[in-house]
Protein backbone atom coordinates (compact mmCIF):
# COMPACT_ATOMS: atom_id res chain seq x y z
CA UNK A 1 0.00 0.00 0.00
CA UNK A 2 1.31 3.38 -0.92
CA UNK A 3 2.15 5.14 2.24
CA UNK A 4 0.54 8.63 2.76
CA UNK A 5 2.53 9.75 5.46
CA UNK A 6 5.99 9.39 6.71
CA UNK A 7 6.88 7.76 9.92
CA UNK A 8 10.23 7.31 11.78
CA UNK A 9 11.05 4.23 11.53
CA UNK A 10 13.54 4.24 14.15
CA UNK A 11 14.70 6.25 17.13
CA UNK A 12 17.72 6.60 16.39
CA UNK A 13 16.98 7.75 12.66
CA UNK A 14 15.42 10.74 14.05
CA UNK A 15 17.98 13.78 14.47
CA UNK A 16 17.74 15.73 17.50
CA UNK A 17 16.05 19.25 17.38
CA UNK A 18 19.05 21.70 17.32
CA UNK A 19 17.41 23.42 20.60
CA UNK A 20 17.03 21.96 24.14
CA UNK A 21 14.21 22.89 26.73
CA UNK A 22 15.25 25.25 29.13
CA UNK A 23 16.55 23.37 32.18
CA UNK A 24 16.65 26.45 34.16
CA UNK A 25 14.89 29.74 34.00
CA UNK A 26 16.88 33.09 33.09
CA UNK A 27 16.47 35.63 35.86
CA UNK A 28 14.33 38.60 35.32
CA UNK A 29 17.64 40.78 34.31
CA UNK A 30 19.35 38.25 31.95
CA UNK A 31 16.20 37.49 30.43
CA UNK A 32 14.92 40.86 29.20
CA UNK A 33 18.34 41.57 28.33
CA UNK A 34 18.49 38.93 25.76
CA UNK A 35 15.03 39.29 24.16
CA UNK A 36 16.54 43.30 23.58
CA UNK A 37 19.42 42.25 21.95
CA UNK A 38 16.99 39.96 19.53
CA UNK A 39 14.96 43.58 18.82
CA UNK A 40 18.18 44.86 17.28
CA UNK A 41 17.27 44.57 14.05
CA UNK A 42 13.85 44.82 14.42
CA UNK A 43 11.81 47.87 12.28
CA UNK A 44 12.22 50.69 14.08
CA UNK A 45 8.67 51.79 14.58
CA UNK A 46 9.22 53.60 18.05
CA UNK A 47 10.52 56.42 15.46
CA UNK A 48 8.01 56.62 12.81
CA UNK A 49 9.86 54.15 10.26
CA UNK A 50 6.75 51.44 10.43
CA UNK A 51 4.70 52.41 7.76
CA UNK A 52 3.25 49.02 8.69
CA UNK A 53 1.82 46.59 10.99
CA UNK A 54 2.53 49.26 14.07
CA UNK A 55 -0.11 51.89 14.86
CA UNK A 56 1.78 54.39 17.68
CA UNK A 57 -0.69 56.70 19.88
CA UNK A 58 2.25 58.31 21.47
CA UNK A 59 4.11 57.41 24.58
CA UNK A 60 1.32 58.52 27.20
CA UNK A 61 -1.37 57.00 25.74
CA UNK A 62 0.39 53.82 25.18
CA UNK A 63 1.69 53.50 28.73
CA UNK A 64 -2.02 54.08 29.70
CA UNK A 65 -2.98 51.10 27.27
CA UNK A 66 -0.22 48.86 28.63
CA UNK A 67 -1.17 49.09 31.83
CA UNK A 68 -4.93 48.02 31.58
CA UNK A 69 -3.51 45.19 29.13
CA UNK A 70 -0.93 44.61 32.16
CA UNK A 71 -3.81 44.29 34.55
CA UNK A 72 -5.56 41.77 32.90
CA UNK A 73 -2.79 40.12 31.90
CA UNK A 74 -3.96 36.84 33.14
CA UNK A 75 -7.24 37.14 33.17
CA UNK A 76 -9.56 34.49 30.60
CA UNK A 77 -12.85 35.74 28.81
CA UNK A 78 -13.50 32.00 27.85
CA UNK A 79 -15.99 32.13 30.49
CA UNK A 80 -17.60 35.65 31.23
CA UNK A 81 -19.74 34.46 34.15
CA UNK A 82 -16.18 34.35 36.17
CA UNK A 83 -14.33 37.98 34.60
CA UNK A 84 -17.71 39.85 34.69
CA UNK A 85 -15.29 43.12 34.44
CA UNK A 86 -14.10 41.59 30.89
CA UNK A 87 -17.96 41.34 29.82
CA UNK A 88 -19.13 44.43 30.45
CA UNK A 89 -15.51 45.59 28.52
CA UNK A 90 -16.28 43.69 25.68
CA UNK A 91 -19.97 44.88 25.57
CA UNK A 92 -19.28 48.28 25.84
CA UNK A 93 -16.30 48.47 23.01
CA UNK A 94 -19.09 47.22 21.15
CA UNK A 95 -21.72 49.26 21.94
CA UNK A 96 -19.44 52.25 21.45
CA UNK A 97 -18.14 51.09 18.26
CA UNK A 98 -22.12 50.50 17.31
CA UNK A 99 -22.43 54.21 18.40
CA UNK A 100 -19.80 55.37 15.70
CA UNK A 101 -21.32 53.87 12.95
CA UNK A 102 -24.46 54.40 13.42
CA UNK A 103 -25.92 51.53 14.65
CA UNK A 104 -29.59 50.94 17.27
CA UNK A 105 -30.83 49.63 20.02
CA UNK A 106 -30.38 46.03 17.84
CA UNK A 107 -26.96 46.62 16.76
CA UNK A 108 -24.44 44.26 18.46
CA UNK A 109 -21.23 41.94 17.99
CA UNK A 110 -18.04 40.16 19.52
CA UNK A 111 -14.76 41.52 20.57
CA UNK A 112 -12.49 38.65 18.15
CA UNK A 113 -8.50 38.40 17.91
CA UNK A 114 -8.22 40.89 14.79
CA UNK A 115 -9.57 41.35 11.68
CA UNK A 116 -9.09 38.15 9.80
CA UNK A 117 -11.09 36.50 12.65
CA UNK A 118 -13.81 39.20 12.58
CA UNK A 119 -13.88 38.86 8.22
CA UNK A 120 -14.13 34.32 8.89
CA UNK A 121 -16.66 35.24 11.90
CA UNK A 122 -18.98 37.44 8.94
CA UNK A 123 -18.43 35.04 6.35
CA UNK A 124 -19.49 31.63 8.97
CA UNK A 125 -22.36 33.81 9.70
CA UNK A 126 -23.16 34.48 6.33
CA UNK A 127 -22.85 30.80 5.22
CA UNK A 128 -25.07 29.68 8.72
CA UNK A 129 -27.52 31.94 7.50
CA UNK A 130 -28.12 30.63 3.99
CA UNK A 131 -28.36 27.59 4.81
CA UNK A 132 -30.78 28.03 7.14
CA UNK A 133 -33.12 30.69 6.36
CA UNK A 134 -32.42 30.46 2.58
CA UNK A 135 -32.00 26.94 2.39
CA UNK A 136 -28.80 27.50 0.15
CA UNK A 137 -26.75 24.44 0.48
CA UNK A 138 -23.65 25.45 -1.33
CA UNK A 139 -23.52 29.38 -0.30
CA UNK A 140 -21.45 31.94 -2.90
CA UNK A 141 -20.25 35.52 -1.56
CA UNK A 142 -19.12 38.04 -4.17
CA UNK A 143 -15.97 40.16 -3.02
CA UNK A 144 -13.98 43.03 -4.76
CA UNK A 145 -10.91 41.47 -6.20
CA UNK A 146 -9.08 44.07 -3.76
CA UNK A 147 -10.68 42.81 -0.67
CA UNK A 148 -8.75 41.46 1.89
CA UNK A 149 -7.17 37.91 1.86
CA UNK A 150 -9.20 36.85 4.80
CA UNK A 151 -12.25 36.32 2.30
CA UNK A 152 -10.42 33.92 0.55
CA UNK A 153 -9.09 32.26 4.02
CA UNK A 154 -12.54 32.24 5.24
CA UNK A 155 -14.25 30.46 1.95
CA UNK A 156 -11.29 28.17 2.19
CA UNK A 157 -12.05 26.54 5.60
CA UNK A 158 -15.71 27.07 5.67
CA UNK A 159 -16.02 25.88 2.19
CA UNK A 160 -17.92 28.70 0.96
CA UNK A 161 -17.28 29.22 -2.60
CA UNK A 162 -15.88 33.16 -3.29
CA UNK A 163 -16.31 35.01 -6.15
CA UNK A 164 -13.81 37.73 -7.20
CA UNK A 165 -15.48 40.91 -9.32
CA UNK A 166 -13.33 42.95 -11.13
CA UNK A 167 -12.30 46.96 -9.90
CA UNK A 168 -13.08 49.59 -12.08
CA UNK A 169 -9.87 51.78 -13.28
CA UNK A 170 -10.11 54.07 -9.97
CA UNK A 171 -10.09 50.44 -8.12
CA UNK A 172 -13.69 50.41 -6.66
CA UNK A 173 -15.80 47.43 -7.11
CA UNK A 174 -17.39 47.57 -10.44
CA UNK A 175 -21.12 47.29 -9.68
CA UNK A 176 -22.09 46.13 -13.32
CA UNK A 177 -19.94 42.71 -12.58
CA UNK A 178 -21.05 42.58 -9.04
CA UNK A 179 -24.73 42.79 -10.02
CA UNK A 180 -24.05 40.28 -12.87
CA UNK A 181 -22.66 37.72 -10.38
CA UNK A 182 -25.55 37.77 -7.62
CA UNK A 183 -26.56 33.98 -8.43
CA UNK A 184 -28.96 31.89 -6.28
CA UNK A 185 -26.35 30.86 -4.36
CA UNK A 186 -24.75 33.94 -2.98
CA UNK A 187 -25.30 34.85 0.70
CA UNK A 188 -23.03 37.76 0.90
CA UNK A 189 -21.76 40.90 -0.40
CA UNK A 190 -18.52 42.52 0.39
CA UNK A 191 -17.34 45.78 0.04
CA UNK A 192 -14.39 47.90 1.91
CA UNK A 193 -13.88 50.79 3.63
CA UNK A 194 -11.25 51.42 2.63
CA UNK A 195 -9.40 48.36 0.43
CA UNK A 196 -6.14 47.90 1.90
CA UNK A 197 -4.14 47.65 -1.33
CA UNK A 198 -5.03 50.95 -2.64
CA UNK A 199 -7.13 52.42 0.16
CA UNK A 200 -10.55 53.70 -1.77
CA UNK A 201 -13.71 53.26 -0.72
CA UNK A 202 -16.17 51.04 -2.47
CA UNK A 203 -19.27 52.03 -3.49
CA UNK A 204 -20.77 51.10 -0.65
CA UNK A 205 -24.35 52.86 -1.28
CA UNK A 206 -24.85 50.93 -4.33
CA UNK A 207 -23.73 47.76 -2.96
CA UNK A 208 -26.63 48.46 -0.01
CA UNK A 209 -29.17 49.33 -2.49
CA UNK A 210 -28.05 45.78 -4.19
CA UNK A 211 -28.28 43.72 -0.92
CA UNK A 212 -31.80 45.04 0.28
CA UNK A 213 -32.98 44.33 -3.64
CA UNK A 214 -32.04 40.82 -3.63
CA UNK A 215 -32.34 40.55 -0.19
CA UNK A 216 -28.88 39.42 0.48
CA UNK A 217 -26.10 39.91 3.32
CA UNK A 218 -23.63 42.87 3.15
CA UNK A 219 -20.44 43.06 5.22
CA UNK A 220 -18.70 45.89 5.21
CA UNK A 221 -14.89 45.46 5.60
CA UNK A 222 -13.98 48.25 7.70
CA UNK A 223 -10.96 46.54 9.76
CA UNK A 224 -8.18 49.29 8.73
CA UNK A 225 -10.69 52.61 8.37
CA UNK A 226 -13.39 51.75 11.09
CA UNK A 227 -11.24 53.90 13.35
CA UNK A 228 -10.23 56.74 11.44
CA UNK A 229 -12.93 57.33 8.79
CA UNK A 230 -15.82 58.74 11.03
CA UNK A 231 -13.13 61.08 12.35
CA UNK A 232 -11.50 62.24 9.31
CA UNK A 233 -15.37 62.86 8.15
CA UNK A 234 -16.09 65.01 11.46
CA UNK A 235 -12.50 67.15 10.04
CA UNK A 236 -14.64 67.71 6.78
CA UNK A 237 -13.03 65.22 4.88
CA UNK A 238 -15.29 63.99 2.00
CA UNK A 239 -15.81 60.28 2.94
CA UNK A 240 -18.67 58.48 1.79
CA UNK A 241 -21.13 56.80 4.21
CA UNK A 242 -20.39 53.46 4.34
CA UNK A 243 -21.72 52.36 7.85
CA UNK A 244 -25.64 50.94 9.61
CA UNK A 245 -26.77 54.36 8.12
CA UNK A 246 -27.31 52.48 4.77
CA UNK A 247 -30.21 49.86 5.29
CA UNK A 248 -28.37 47.47 3.69
CA UNK A 249 -25.27 46.79 5.59
CA UNK A 250 -25.67 44.25 7.28
CA UNK A 251 -21.97 43.43 9.04
CA UNK A 252 -19.25 45.77 10.08
CA UNK A 253 -15.64 44.66 10.81
CA UNK A 254 -13.42 47.29 12.13
CA UNK A 255 -10.03 46.51 14.36
CA UNK A 256 -9.28 48.52 17.59
CA UNK A 257 -6.10 47.12 17.33
CA UNK A 258 -5.24 49.40 13.85
CA UNK A 259 -6.61 53.06 13.83
CA UNK A 260 -8.28 52.16 17.32
CA UNK A 261 -4.31 52.26 18.93
CA UNK A 262 -5.23 49.47 21.34
CA UNK A 263 -3.19 46.21 21.70
CA UNK A 264 -2.67 43.69 19.19
CA UNK A 265 -5.66 40.80 19.52
CA UNK A 266 -8.67 43.56 19.05
CA UNK A 267 -11.04 43.99 16.24
CA UNK A 268 -14.60 44.37 16.57
CA UNK A 269 -17.38 42.46 14.22
CA UNK A 270 -20.90 43.83 14.63
CA UNK A 271 -23.98 42.73 13.36
CA UNK A 272 -27.07 44.25 12.66
CA UNK A 273 -29.56 42.43 14.83
CA UNK A 274 -28.97 39.62 17.29
CA UNK A 275 -30.52 37.11 15.07
CA UNK A 276 -28.02 37.55 12.47
CA UNK A 277 -25.57 37.20 14.79
CA UNK A 278 -26.56 34.11 16.23
CA UNK A 279 -25.44 32.67 13.36
CA UNK A 280 -22.06 33.34 14.57
CA UNK A 281 -21.95 31.18 17.47
CA UNK A 282 -21.01 28.02 18.47
CA UNK A 283 -22.82 25.58 21.05
CA UNK A 284 -22.50 21.99 21.89
CA UNK A 285 -24.77 20.50 24.35
CA UNK A 286 -23.80 17.33 24.96
CA UNK A 287 -20.31 17.35 25.50
CA UNK A 288 -18.49 14.66 28.46
CA UNK A 289 -17.52 18.31 30.12
CA UNK A 290 -20.76 19.87 29.52
CA UNK A 291 -22.57 22.38 27.47
CA UNK A 292 -20.06 24.61 25.58
CA UNK A 293 -20.92 27.99 24.19
CA UNK A 294 -17.98 29.83 22.32
CA UNK A 295 -19.38 33.25 20.38
CA UNK A 296 -15.62 33.52 18.40
CA UNK A 297 -13.36 31.07 17.48
CA UNK A 298 -11.26 31.17 19.59
CA UNK A 299 -11.41 29.29 22.91
CA UNK A 300 -9.19 30.90 25.78
CA UNK A 301 -9.87 34.70 25.10
CA UNK A 302 -6.74 36.93 26.23
CA UNK A 303 -8.34 39.53 29.22
CA UNK A 304 -5.23 41.97 28.06
CA UNK A 305 -6.23 42.67 24.86
CA UNK A 306 -9.96 42.98 25.62
CA UNK A 307 -9.09 45.22 28.35
CA UNK A 308 -6.92 47.51 26.55
CA UNK A 309 -9.03 47.81 23.80
CA UNK A 310 -11.86 49.44 25.76
CA UNK A 311 -9.15 51.47 27.79
CA UNK A 312 -7.93 52.62 24.28
CA UNK A 313 -10.85 53.82 23.75
CA UNK A 314 -11.81 55.18 26.92
CA UNK A 315 -8.58 57.23 26.96
CA UNK A 316 -8.13 58.35 23.64
CA UNK A 317 -12.18 59.28 23.40
CA UNK A 318 -13.01 61.47 20.75
CA UNK A 319 -10.90 64.83 21.03
CA UNK A 320 -8.28 62.03 20.98
CA UNK A 321 -9.30 60.38 18.19
CA UNK A 322 -9.77 63.85 16.09
CA UNK A 323 -6.64 65.32 17.69
CA UNK A 324 -4.83 62.10 16.03
CA UNK A 325 -6.94 61.52 12.84
CA UNK A 326 -5.88 65.42 11.94
CA UNK A 327 -2.54 64.37 12.30
CA UNK A 328 -2.33 61.43 10.60
CA UNK A 329 -4.12 62.93 7.51
CA UNK A 330 -1.58 66.11 7.53
CA UNK A 331 0.92 63.84 7.10
CA UNK A 332 -0.58 61.93 4.29
CA UNK A 333 -1.34 64.88 2.27
CA UNK A 334 2.56 66.01 2.65
CA UNK A 335 3.74 62.73 2.64
CA UNK A 336 1.83 62.31 -1.11
CA UNK A 337 2.43 65.92 -2.28
CA UNK A 338 6.59 65.15 -1.92
CA UNK A 339 6.11 61.51 -3.63
CA UNK A 340 4.12 63.57 -6.26
CA UNK A 341 6.79 65.97 -6.55
CA UNK A 342 8.84 63.98 -8.46
CA UNK A 343 8.21 63.84 -12.28
CA UNK A 344 8.90 59.91 -12.32
CA UNK A 345 6.45 58.86 -9.50
CA UNK A 346 2.35 59.17 -8.87
CA UNK A 347 0.21 58.07 -5.95
CA UNK A 348 -1.93 55.11 -7.16
CA UNK A 349 -5.43 56.02 -7.71
CA UNK A 350 -7.53 58.91 -5.16
CA UNK A 351 -7.28 57.25 -2.20
CA UNK A 352 -9.85 58.13 0.14
CA UNK A 353 -7.86 58.77 3.97
CA UNK A 354 -4.48 57.84 5.11
CA UNK A 355 -3.19 54.89 3.42
CA UNK A 356 -2.33 55.07 -0.12
CA UNK A 357 0.12 53.82 -2.84
CA UNK A 358 2.55 55.11 -5.53
CA UNK A 359 4.46 53.69 -8.41
CA UNK A 360 6.09 55.28 -11.32
CA UNK A 361 4.64 57.91 -13.49
CA UNK A 362 4.60 57.31 -17.54
CA UNK A 363 7.67 59.97 -17.43
CA UNK A 364 9.16 57.23 -14.90
CA UNK A 365 7.78 54.27 -16.37
CA UNK A 366 11.84 52.94 -16.32
CA UNK A 367 12.15 53.36 -12.53
CA UNK A 368 12.12 49.96 -11.48
CA UNK A 369 9.40 50.35 -7.69
CA UNK A 370 10.33 47.47 -6.11
CA UNK A 371 14.55 48.50 -6.22
CA UNK A 372 13.16 51.76 -5.18
CA UNK A 373 11.48 49.74 -2.27
CA UNK A 374 14.95 48.08 -1.66
CA UNK A 375 16.51 50.98 -1.47
CA UNK A 376 14.01 52.46 1.38
CA UNK A 377 14.27 49.21 3.08
CA UNK A 378 18.05 49.42 3.72
CA UNK A 379 17.35 52.86 5.14
CA UNK A 380 15.06 51.51 8.01
CA UNK A 381 11.86 51.90 6.28
CA UNK A 382 9.25 49.27 6.35
CA UNK A 383 6.47 48.77 4.48
CA UNK A 384 4.67 46.30 1.95
CA UNK A 385 4.52 46.29 -1.36
CA UNK A 386 1.91 45.98 -4.21
CA UNK A 387 1.78 43.93 -6.96
CA UNK A 388 -1.42 45.30 -8.95
CA UNK A 389 -0.10 47.21 -10.00
CA UNK A 390 3.70 47.33 -8.63
CA UNK A 391 3.73 50.07 -6.25
CA UNK A 392 5.04 50.71 -2.78
CA UNK A 393 1.98 50.80 0.23
CA UNK A 394 1.77 53.30 2.76
CA UNK A 395 -0.07 53.12 5.98
CA UNK A 396 0.20 56.33 7.63
CA UNK A 397 -0.43 57.17 11.55
CA UNK A 398 -0.22 60.06 13.75
CA UNK A 399 3.56 59.35 14.87
CA UNK A 400 4.35 59.96 11.02
CA UNK A 401 4.04 63.69 11.11
CA UNK A 402 6.90 63.80 12.67
CA UNK A 403 8.78 61.92 10.50
CA UNK A 404 7.73 63.19 7.06
CA UNK A 405 10.62 65.35 6.09
CA UNK A 406 13.05 62.41 6.83
CA UNK A 407 11.42 59.83 4.71
CA UNK A 408 11.01 62.45 1.86
CA UNK A 409 14.97 63.11 1.64
CA UNK A 410 15.20 59.61 1.73
CA UNK A 411 13.18 59.27 -0.75
CA UNK A 412 15.00 61.75 -2.78
CA UNK A 413 17.97 59.55 -2.32
CA UNK A 414 17.07 56.50 -3.10
CA UNK A 415 15.28 57.63 -6.17
CA UNK A 416 18.31 59.35 -7.25
CA UNK A 417 20.38 56.22 -7.14
CA UNK A 418 17.64 54.10 -8.65
CA UNK A 419 17.20 56.49 -11.58
CA UNK A 420 20.61 55.34 -12.60
CA UNK A 421 19.36 51.75 -13.01
CA UNK A 422 17.32 50.32 -16.29
CA UNK A 423 14.60 48.66 -15.63
CA UNK A 424 16.35 45.42 -16.71
CA UNK A 425 18.56 46.30 -14.03
CA UNK A 426 19.28 42.68 -12.74
CA UNK A 427 22.55 43.03 -10.91
CA UNK A 428 20.67 44.30 -7.49
CA UNK A 429 22.89 43.03 -4.77
CA UNK A 430 19.18 42.60 -2.86
CA UNK A 431 17.47 40.89 -5.77
CA UNK A 432 19.95 38.48 -5.98
CA UNK A 433 20.33 37.81 -2.60
CA UNK A 434 16.83 36.97 -2.20
CA UNK A 435 16.45 35.03 -5.03
CA UNK A 436 19.27 32.93 -3.84
CA UNK A 437 17.64 32.89 -0.57
CA UNK A 438 14.59 31.46 -2.56
CA UNK A 439 16.59 28.83 -4.48
CA UNK A 440 17.53 26.91 -0.84
CA UNK A 441 13.96 26.60 -0.81
CA UNK A 442 12.47 26.17 -4.03
CA UNK A 443 10.98 22.62 -4.96
CA UNK A 444 13.29 20.44 -7.24
CA UNK A 445 13.23 21.74 -10.82
CA UNK A 446 11.29 25.10 -9.60
CA UNK A 447 13.68 27.42 -10.53
CA UNK A 448 14.05 25.63 -14.03
CA UNK A 449 10.51 26.45 -14.58
CA UNK A 450 10.49 30.08 -13.23
CA UNK A 451 13.27 30.82 -15.57
CA UNK A 452 10.90 29.56 -18.62
CA UNK A 453 7.82 31.50 -17.30
CA UNK A 454 9.92 34.85 -16.68
CA UNK A 455 11.85 34.56 -20.06
CA UNK A 456 10.62 37.53 -22.08
CA UNK A 457 8.66 38.87 -18.44
CA UNK A 458 11.07 40.97 -17.68
CA UNK A 459 12.62 38.44 -15.98
CA UNK A 460 15.99 37.95 -17.77
CA UNK A 461 16.13 34.37 -16.17
CA UNK A 462 16.85 33.60 -12.93
CA UNK A 463 18.70 34.48 -10.41
CA UNK A 464 19.52 36.87 -11.74
CA UNK A 465 16.31 37.63 -12.31
CA UNK A 466 14.25 40.32 -10.25
CA UNK A 467 12.37 38.58 -7.13
CA UNK A 468 9.41 40.31 -7.73
CA UNK A 469 9.33 40.18 -11.58
CA UNK A 470 9.97 36.50 -11.63
CA UNK A 471 6.89 36.65 -8.36
CA UNK A 472 4.69 38.58 -10.92
CA UNK A 473 4.88 36.71 -13.50
CA UNK A 474 3.94 33.63 -11.23
CA UNK A 475 1.42 34.99 -9.40
CA UNK A 476 -1.70 32.69 -9.36
CA UNK A 477 0.28 29.90 -10.37
CA UNK A 478 0.22 26.53 -8.32
CA UNK A 479 4.32 26.83 -8.61
CA UNK A 480 4.33 29.90 -6.63
CA UNK A 481 2.19 28.73 -4.62
CA UNK A 482 4.27 25.58 -3.60
CA UNK A 483 7.12 28.13 -3.01
CA UNK A 484 5.15 30.37 -0.65
CA UNK A 485 4.02 27.12 1.00
CA UNK A 486 7.96 25.98 1.52
CA UNK A 487 8.83 29.58 2.67
CA UNK A 488 6.13 30.07 5.28
CA UNK A 489 7.20 26.33 6.63
CA UNK A 490 10.79 27.32 6.88
CA UNK A 491 9.62 30.93 8.32
CA UNK A 492 7.97 29.06 11.24
CA UNK A 493 10.74 27.10 12.48
CA UNK A 494 14.25 27.49 14.08
CA UNK A 495 16.43 28.10 10.56
CA UNK A 496 17.31 31.42 9.64
CA UNK A 497 15.66 32.62 6.38
CA UNK A 498 17.14 35.82 5.13
CA UNK A 499 14.08 38.31 4.65
CA UNK A 500 15.44 41.76 5.04
CA UNK A 501 17.27 43.85 2.22
CA UNK A 502 20.87 45.10 3.60
CA UNK A 503 23.37 45.74 1.38
CA UNK A 504 25.91 44.07 3.55
CA UNK A 505 26.79 41.47 1.08
C1 LIG B 1 -8.98 46.05 4.90
C2 LIG B 1 -8.41 45.00 5.82
N1 LIG B 1 -9.16 43.95 6.17
C3 LIG B 1 -8.70 42.99 6.98
C4 LIG B 1 -7.42 43.03 7.48
C5 LIG B 1 -6.92 41.90 8.36
O1 LIG B 1 -6.62 42.33 9.64
P1 LIG B 1 -5.68 41.48 10.62
O2 LIG B 1 -4.30 41.58 10.05
O3 LIG B 1 -5.84 42.17 11.93
O4 LIG B 1 -6.14 40.10 10.66
C6 LIG B 1 -6.60 44.10 7.12
C7 LIG B 1 -5.22 44.18 7.60
O5 LIG B 1 -4.46 45.06 7.25
C8 LIG B 1 -7.11 45.12 6.27
O6 LIG B 1 -6.36 46.17 5.90
Redesign the pocket.
Known amino acids: MKELVTYPRKKSSMKKNTISFPKAGLDKETLLQKMTERRANDTHWQTGKAF?LVYHPGKERSEAIKAAYDMFFSENALNPTAFPSLRQFEAEVIAMTADLFHGDENTCGSLS???????LLAVKTAREWGKKKMKIAHPEILIPET????FYKAGYYFGVKVTKIPVREDFRVDMEAMKAAVSENTVLLVG?????PHGVIDPISELSDLAVEKGLLLHV?????GFMTPFAKKLGWPIPDWDFSLPGVTSI?A?V??YGYAA?GA?TILYRNHELRKHQFYVITDWSGGIYGSPTMLGTRPGGAIAAAWAALMTIGEAGYLEMAARTLKATQMLQEGIAAHPELKIIGQPDVS?FAFGNSEEGKNIDIYALADELSKMGWSFDRNAVPISIHI?VNQIHLEVVSDFLADLKTALDKVKKFRLSHVTSKVQIKAVKGLQKILPEGALAKIQSATAGKGGGGAPKAAMYGMMGALAGTGDLHTMVLNFLDKLNGLEKVEIKASESD
Open positions: ASGGTESIAHPASAPSYDACIGSDHKKSLT
